[in-house]
């Protein structure tokens, strides 16, 4: 009996290892045919757009908060007293150099202008007379003098009464923008009322801000800045045409004045704007595409396309530092060389060593680099 058990059991081991070693063949088989038709297949490859980095100068800024002003601008007020007999400040109206925006009442002055010179016109009557007799012996010198000084008197009161009666007659200085005015015709000013502003319509403005005194000891006559609207507009470019000759004791700060060429890129007079001033002096560096960089454990990084001993491109990771954005662009301080090809759109999906094809070329050009 035991014998009998004894045998069936060595059976039994017998049939379970052949079942193993032809499970263990069959699997070998199965692994050496699926790596025979994975050698086949055509090695995976990742669509990417690749960019070539470039050589840029970069200059470090920081900003500040200017203000727009007009090349011209007065707040009108009345020289002389009197009655406002016709008014003309249409706020938001443009008016040419010259134009008449307000007019006081001038008929007495008018009045006395008349009598002063019909008293001219009469000093100049007795003044050829006296002449005439000079001429003949009959008139002395002194007679002569006084006619002509009289008949200069006369003249002279009269220039005065036409110039008190323009200093009545108010006008536009330059062609400007009338501001804010409550005023009618009918009403009294007393001297120096204030009437309204004018705004100068000039193709260029000035921007005016302060940077502290370190800033401002870096900068120049000439030297170009950026003004950015309150609407984070595209910036415009202003040129430096005048530095404060004194640091403001209270903040250490400098005032500096700009000028932008172009008055209708950047908000009217008046307003608030950011301006981007350049610090230091300019330096090269290398610009790529802000999708080329990416972030890590290790820190910033950028897949570099290199062709392997094929010639095939293939994607290599380069730890890069990483600094400002200019628009679409990150600047790199170290990493990277100007010329070299990384991977820009569709770089998330490399891998170090995985085979790269650039979509961004036409077809029919070579993928190699």
């Keep these: 009996m035991k014998a ?13 290892a052949a079942g193993g070693v032809g499970l263990a063949t069959w699997k070998r088989n199965d692994l050496r045919k699926a790596a025979e038709e994975a050698a086949m297949m055509p090695e995976q490859m990742e669509a990417v757009v690749v960019a070539q980095a470039r050589e840029v100068e970069y200059r470090k800024t920081t900003t500040a908060v200017g203000s727009v002003l007009a090349l011209r601008s007065v707040t009108l007020s009345n020289e ?9 400040l249409t706020p938001g109206k443009i008016v040419e150099a010259g134009a008449v925006l307000v007019a006081l009442d001038t008929s007495v002055e008018e009045a006395e202008l008349r009598a002063l010179e019909a008293q001219a016109a009469l000093a100049q009557a007795t003044l050829s007379r006296v002449e005439t007799l000079a001429t003949s012996s009959a008139s002395s010198k002194k007679d002569l003098d006084q006619a002509r000084a009289e008949r200069d008197v006369a003249l002279a009161q009269t220039e005065r009464t036409k110039a008190l009666i323009a200093r009545k007659v108010i006008r536009a200085p330059f062609r400007a923008r009338i501001g804010l005015s409550d005023l009618h015709s009918g009403q009294y000013l007393v001297e120096g009322t204030e009437l309204t502003t004018l705004q100068g319509v000039d193709e260029a403005v000035f921007v005016d801000f302060t940077v502290t005194q370190n800033i401002a000891a870096g900068l120049r006559e000439g030297d170009v800045i950026e003004v950015i609207g309150t609407n984070k507009d ?19 700060s400098a005032a500096i004045r700009a000028k932008v060429a172009d008055a209708t890129k950047v908000p009217p007079p008046g307003a608030s704007v950011q301006v981007r001033v350049p610090v230091g002096m300019p330096r090269k560096m290398i610009a790529i595409p802000v999708s080329a960089l990416r972030r890590g454990p290790e820190g910033d990084h950028a897949f570099v396309v290199i062709p392997d001993k094929e010639g095939k491109p293939r994607a290599s990771t380069r730890l890069v530092q990483s600094g400002a954005v200019q628009g679409d662009e990150v600047l790199i301080e170290k990493g990277l060389v100007a010329g070299e090809q990384v991977a820009a759109s569709g770089s998330f999906k490399l891998r ?9 070329k036409p077809a029919g050009e070579s993928r190699t680099h």
């Design 352 to 360: 170090e060593g995985v085979l790269v094809a650039d979509v961004g």
């Design 80 to 88: 002389v007293p009197g009655t406002v007999a016709s008014v003309d």
């Design 4 to 16: 009998f058990q004894w045998i069936a059991s060595l059976g039994l081991i017998s049939a379970v």
């Design 234 to 252: 595209a910036p415009v470019s202003a040129t430096i045409i005048a530095l404060d000759s004194r640091i403001n004791r209270a903040t250490r």
